[in-house]
């Protein structure tokens, strides 16, 4: 019996992929997949990043506490990983805030390579978008379908009902990510689409899950996840 796992260690995709740990590794350094660690009771700060009038950017904190649960790594810090066997942390990538950071006396925490996970959904996304899928998978479904006027949106086994200026705004990313230009200006794309507010988190607060439909760089850009 195969029971339904939320993430899987490195050995296993591996193995589902008949890949090398060198291949997997170059994915992971080029960000074509986000590789992530299991923590526990850790004390973390969950935050968005916002821009003054002049372009400069400041963190805003929502949630400070201790934390159970799945962080993504940022890039260089899988590239420091894979060439040393272990790496210091404090800042992770994560799909409910721009950012997530240690907080309080904990600056660093200490990853080895044996503590490096994927999430299912990452996987998923992974083959759907490269039809790359192992020998014990069933058809997988697209990696994005939209209706007509974008109010309903699939994304890698998530729904998303839409609203009229959120559906634009996920149709103009959608273009954008078709042109091969993925990644655009938060302010611009919401100006356009209508929205009176210029923050993406206030068009899409109504959609607690909207960060695994659209992902942020941190600096003012956003594009659709994995597109």
């Known amino acids: 019996m195969e029971i339904e796992k939320s993430y899987f260690t490195l050995p296993e995709i591996l193995e589902r992929w008949s890949m090398s740990e060198a291949d997997l590794v170059y994915l992971a350094e080029n960000d074509q997949l986000r590789l992530s660690i299991r923590v526990f009771h850790l004390p973390l700060e969950f935050g968005d990043y916002e821009e ?70 990452e996987r998923d996304r992974f083959e759907a978008e490269t039809g790359f899928a192992g020998a014990a998978t069933g058809p997988m479904p697209g990696a994005f379908h939209a209706s007509a006027d974008y109010q309903d949106v699939r994304r890698n086994g998530q729904h998303f009902r839409l609203g009229a200026i959120q559906a634009q705004v996920v149709r103009a990313l959608h273009e954008a990510a078709r042109r ?48």
């Open 180 to 227: 091969g230009e993925p990644w655009q200006s938060g302010k611009a794309i919401l100006a356009a689409a209508g929205s009176r507010s210029l923050k993406m988190s206030d068009v899409f607060k109504s959609k607690k899950n909207w960060r695994l439909l659209i992902e942020s760089d941190g600096r003012g850009a956003y594009r659709l996840l994995g597109l």
């Open 52 to 121: 003054t009038q002049d372009g400069e950017r400041f963190s805003v904190p929502w949630e400070q506490g201790c934390f159970n649960g799945l962080l993504d790594l940022h890039v260089h810090d899988v590239f420091q990983l894979f060439r040393h066997g272990e790496v210091r942390v404090g800042h992770f990538r994560t799909p409910r805030a721009d950012y997530a950071s240690l907080w309080g006396a904990r600056e660093q925490i200490t990853v080895r390579k044996r503590d490096v996970l994927l999430r299912r959904e």
